[in-house]
């Protein structure tokens, strides 16, 4: 089945700096790759989220890259700012699965005023 | 907005006990799932239901039972609770159906439990 790898585990960046996280697949079927990110105390909440046909997609500061051919894709936050600390999860699916998503392990995003 | 409602953000329970985790939403969602998080193994999935009274295991359906008697409510059961089973545990809801929109859950805050 599928397995989704997310690094690294702790990621600690300057206020104003960019951050990135990665993430690699294993199933050749997956085309849907969202990401969550969980604030404390809360539960985890879609920010962004890329389909197979595209390469990339971007959000305001925040952008995903997909590189099918390598099976992986990155989360990249520009000008971090003190609300962007949280827990990012990467997870893959195939669509038409219509409910699991495959859940990399998560990171913790620390922004250092 | 959606909403998921979860009934409890803290639980403190003994050994043996049985114990019950709610969750509502009120998005009309088909589907809605229970997920066990714990640091550094993400999100792993116990149960997961698409319909009323209809359910799937997950990866960890071991010492856990669900419940979904209406299309809005979702329940996790812990039938003898072990201290493994110290976690939080998140609720989420999703859309059946074709489009963009199906893949996307939407979580409840969370319900941390202890088991002592």
């Known amino acids: 089945g599928e397995n989704v790898e997310q690094h690294p585990s702790t990621l600690s960046v300057q206020e104003g700096d960019s951050a990135v996280i990665k993430c690699t697949y294993s199933d050749s079927a997956s085309n849907y790759f969202p990401w969550y990110k969980q604030e404390l105390g809360k539960g985890p909440q879609l920010i962004i989220d890329i389909r197979s046909n595209v390469g990339e997609k971007k959000d305001q500061r925040i952008a995903v890259t997909l590189n099918k051919t390598a099976k992986h894709f990155s989360l990249h936050i520009t000008e971090t700012q003190p609300e962007d600390s949280a827990v990012y999860f990467c997870a893959a699916s195939e669509s038409d699965s219509n409910y699991q998503l495959i859940w990399g392990a998560g990171t913790k995003l620390i922004i250092k005023p | 907005d959606v909403k998921v409602t979860q009934s409890s953000r803290y639980l403190v329970k003994r050994t043996g006990e049985k114990v019950f985790l709610e969750c509502v939403q009120d998005m009309d969602h088909e589907n809605m799932f229970w997920y066990r998080q714990d640091p550094g193994l993400g999100l792993r999935l116990i149960y997961f239901?698409?319909?009323?009274?209809m359910k799937e295991k997950g990866d960890i359906p071991e010492g856990y039972s669900v419940s979904r008697e209406k299309k809005e409510r979702f329940s996790l059961i812990l039938e003898s609770a072990s201290t493994n089973q110290t976690s939080m545990y998140l609720c989420?809801?999703?859309?059946w159906g074709s489009g963009d929109s199906k893949n996307i859950q939407y979580f409840g805050a969370g319900t941390r439990l202890s088991v002592l």
């Open positions: 989420a809801s999703s859309l």
């Open positions: 239901s698409y319909d009323v009274k």
